[in-house]
T-cell receptor, first 114, second 112 residues
Framework: DAGITQSPRHKVTETGTPVTLRCHQT?????MYWYRQDPGHGLRLIHY???????DKGEVSDGYSVSRSKTEDFLLTLESATSSQTSVYFC?????????????FGPGTRLTVT | QKEVEQDPGPLSVPEGAIVSLNCTYS??????FMWYRQYSRKGPELLMY????GNKEDGRFTAQVDKSSKYISLFIRDSQPSDSATYLC????????????FGTGTSLTVIP
């Protein structure tokens, strides 16, 4: 998984509780992304980061916040989890050069909100 | 209209068959085209990467990009049961703010 780890790998939580997912990379890549993957929707971008403390919203950012205080770590927080946030969450990293623009994914976190 | 369209399948073929997977897209600014393979309960892994137009071959896999038709394809020759997975296309452009746009994935089963 290209030096990307995600924690926890599985989590069950109750509606209304805060949840933080962690992505850690050892590749020193500039860009980091959080996606959620749901049947029929494919991968949808939640937030992404283009450097330390530099983040931006993706397609489905409502209800989520992120932080990146170090190059290697990108945190995704669900402030008050809802059942609609039950999903598989993937972190990805990329580096941008003139003709290279690939993304590499972590193993995923399976989150269930009851 | 979605940025990227991909037939979800499922697609089922006998071992040894040639498989063709396809995506269409609407944004003519896309320049980077990728195919990912995702096994059940795993993260997507990068399979093929193509910059701009043309073909790229890697072993049994060939990726084609037709920018005039906004159409990309992945061909798998001599398909194996180990190729059974979901295949996702993805594309991006420096003009899309470093965002990648994914198809919903095509589920492939290769029957021994």
């Amino acid at each position: 998984d290209a030096g990307i780890t995600q924690s926890p790998r599985h989590k069950v939580t109750e509606t209304g509780t805060p949840v933080t997912l962690r992505c850690h990379q050892t590749e020193n890549h500039r860009y980091m992304y959080w996606y959620r993957q749901d049947p029929g929707h494919g991968l949808r971008l939640i937030h992404y980061s283009y450097g330390v403390k530099d983040t931006d919203k993706g397609e489905v950012s409502d209800g989520y916040s992120v932080s990146r205080s170090k190059t290697e770590d990108f945190l995704l927080t669900l402030e008050s989890a809802t059942s609609s946030q039950t999903s598989v969450y993937f972190c990805a990293i990329s580096e941008s050069h003139r003709d290279t623009y690939e993304q590499y994914f972590g193993p995923g976190t399976r989150l269930t909100v009851t | 209209q979605k940025e990227v369209e991909q037939d979800p399948g499922p697609l089922s073929v006998p071992e040894g068959a040639i498989v063709s997977l396809n995506c269409t897209y609407s944004n003519s600014a896309f320049q980077y085209f990728m195919w990912y393979r995702q096994y059940s309960r795993k993260g997507p892994e990068l399979l093929m990467y193509t910059y701009s137009s043309g073909n790229k071959e890697d072993g049994r896999f060939t990726a084609q990009v037709d920018k005039s038709s906004k159409y990309i394809s992945l061909f798998i020759r001599d398909s194996q049961p180990s190729d059974s997975a979901t295949y996702l296309c993805a594309m991006s452009s420096p003009n899309t703010g470093n965002q990648f746009y994914f198809g919903t994935g095509t589920s492939l089963t290769v029957i021994p």
